[in-house]
């Protein structure tokens, strides 16, 4: 029996329907369409604006479709690992309530929280259960609700922003396909670029923070954008090379999705064209943990099975990493 690797056998998402548009955003901060597509490439994001719901609601819809597309029973799932920054509460952990929502009463579920880099930590560490022979169906949701962290008053961070979620299955396979290699970094300096300043034990929620509107992310964005670029297209290079894949066998690099000149630049430094990048960025934003799955799932019927795709990450912290993934099906 050959090595066992963890395959993607299945991918669902969700997507509220509220579009906030460049065009709306100008009349909230002094911002336009123009310098939006510019700097960042987005021409609109999502909003969930159902009253009473929250991130594991968004989750659980991607769950179900996910359930649904690859016709597995919710009893049958053994581990559920969810990528949030936006969880329900501080505890519990927002995959256990997204597990019982989606009566998945079976598995036994937690949070990572890597920010954008989120989904493919939890990625890494869904697949190395299934290497070991520990379980044969784990599902990875990456779900944020980001307008619940985003001031709409600062015109530097609040068109980057959307919310969405996509969770992928995972099951055992003796073919060379699934999850190949991994290179996952994180150094605690970013701490200090990209961040929420209170609402945790070192700034704990108080009149003065809320007056002060220190529970909104909060960005140094030059420095990121820097950080950003140098990090994800080198872990990508490295994880080509190390793998021996070459610009003219990569079917797709899948990036994080939070600034298309940032996308640009890695592409230009794995020297591979337009054609083979995916993006979404103009329709959902940065939604965090949720732009690569989302991203696979907007392309899912353009791959192939043995298709070599590279996914790249660089999130808060920092975090940053990058997954070398054969595709395990056609659609």
Not at 37 to 59: H, L, N, P, V, Y
Not at 76 to 82: K, N, T, Y
Not at 273 to 283: A, H, T
């Amino acid at each position: 029996m050959g090595k066992v690797h963890a395959a993607i056998t299945g991918i669902g998402a969700f997507l509220p329907e509220y579009r906030l548009t460049n065009e709306e955003l100008s009349t909230m901060v002094d911002t336009n369409d123009e310098w939006i597509m510019q700097r960042i490439g987005i021409k609109e994001r999502r909003i969930f604006k159902e009253t009473g719901k929250a991130t594991s609601d968004m989750g659980v819809r991607a769950v179900q479709e996910l359930l649904q597309k690859t016709n597995t029973a919710a009893e049958e799932i053994e581990l559920v690992i969810c990528a949030t920054i936006t969880p329900d509460r501080p505890f519990p952990a927002t995959a256990n309530i997204i597990s019982r929502k989606a009566g998945m009463h079976n598995a036994w579920s937690y949070d990572i929280s890597a920010a954008c880099s989120g989904f493919l930590f939890a990625l890494t560490t869904a697949a190395s259960f299934i290497e070991a022979g520990r379980y044969k169906k784990v599902i990875v949701v990456a779900a944020d609700m980001m307008s619940s962290i985003t001031d709409y008053t600062d015109r530097t961070t609040c068109p980057l922003f959307g919310d969405g979620a996509a969770a992928v299955l995972l099951e055992p396979t003796t073919e060379e396909l699934g999850v190949m290699d991994h290179r996952n970094y994180t150094d605690g300096k970013g701490r200090h670029y990209l961040h929420i300043k209170a609402g945790g034990s070192k700034r704990p929620a108080s009149v003065e923070t809320i007056e002060n509107r220190e529970h909104f992310v909060h960005q140094d964005g030059q420095t990121v954008f820097k950080y950003a670029v140098s990090r994800m297209a080198d872990v990508a290079v490295e994880l080509m090379q190390k793998n021996e894949i070459t610009p003219e066998n990569l079917a797709w690099l899948v990036p994080h999705q939070a600034n298309m000149r940032i996308i640009d630049a890695v592409a230009r430094r794995m020297d591979i064209s337009k054609e083979q990048v995916m993006i979404n960025i103009q329709k959902y934003g940065n939604t965090t943990a949720a732009t690569i799955p989302l991203c696979l799932w907007d392309y899912e019927k353009q791959l192939k099975k043995g298709d070599n795709i590279i996914l790249a990450a660089f999130g808060a912290g920092f975090t940053w990493g990058a997954l070398y993934l054969k595709w395990a099906y056609n659609s």
